[in-house]
């Protein structure tokens, strides 16, 4: 069955600090993969995709992510993490068509 | 361009009531769908419309209802409300399934009570 997994229901980091958020996904093949963000009280937005090729995509406001096949994973990295990155992130993996199935979701709290 | 836009905010309803959620969007996008959020669960599709007068089930279609007559507009029926529909609704939106234009655009959303 197709599944994502987002191991960790919270993350604090340090501002400055660097942030890893993991995503495993089952899928049959390789998949589309997503990352969104959803701050507070608010709808989900894109911060990048993967389709193909080159497995390391950069996204939005300084992130990006890495495809590993071999792992069936799709990690979300960000060097230094600012104060207004505090949210929830979803991976989310699709291919063709149009269901998107999401994670349950990471939160990310950031620490002054 | 106002993207998706989602209405009510807020909604309490009491049980056995029905409400219709609205959704639209000015993008011209093909499809369209509708999500449940509760906590730790991520987002689960309930239904889903990939053209005018399209529709289909999702993972968690039963107690609602949906119908698309326009490109513009999917609103979303429950029929009569049960406290297990307390959660945060989306309605998104995808220009198209072609990998070029795989993105889905998600509207404020809907957080409904029922009690």
């Known amino acids: 069955a197709q599944s994502v997994t987002q191991p960790d229901i919270h993350i604090t980091v340090s501002e400055g600090a660097s942030l890893e958020l993991r995503c495993n996904y089952s899928y049959g093949a390789t998949p589309y993969l997503f990352w969104y963000v959803q701050s507070p009280g608010q709808g989900l937005q894109l911060l990048l995709k993967?389709?193909?090729?080159?497995?390391l995509v950069q996204g939005i406001k300084g992130f990006e992510a890495e495809f590993k096949r071999s792992q069936s994973s799709f990690n979300l990295r960000k060097p230094s993490v600012h104060w207004s990155d505090a949210a929830e992130y979803f991976c989310?993996?699709?291919?063709?068509?149009?269901?998107?199935?999401f994670g349950a979701g990471t939160r990310l709290f950031v620490k002054a | 361009n106002a993207g998706v836009t989602q209405t009510p905010k807020f909604q309490v309803l009491k049980t056995g009531q029905s409400m219709t959620l609205q959704c639209a969007q000015d993008?011209?996008?093909?499809?369209m769908s509708w999500y449940r959020q509760d906590p730790g669960m991520g987002l689960r599709l309930i239904h889903y419309?990939?053209?005018?007068?399209?529709?289909d089930q999702g993972e968690v279609p039963n107690g609602y209802n949906v119908s698309r007559s326009t490109t513009e507009d999917f609103p979303l029926r429950l029929l009569s409300a049960a406290p297990s529909q307390t959660s945060v609704y989306f309605c998104?939106?995808?220009?198209?399934?072609?990998?070029?234009?795989?993105?889905?655009?998600f509207g404020p959303g809907t957080r409904l009570t029922v009690t």
């Open positions: 998104a939106s995808q220009r198209s399934s072609h990998q070029s234009s795989y993105e889905q655009y």
């Open positions: 989310a993996v699709g291919r063709g068509g149009f269901k998107t199935i």
């Open positions: 419309s990939v053209g005018a007068g399209i529709t």
């Open positions: 993008m011209n996008h093909e499809y």
């Open positions: 993967y389709f193909s090729g080159d497995t």
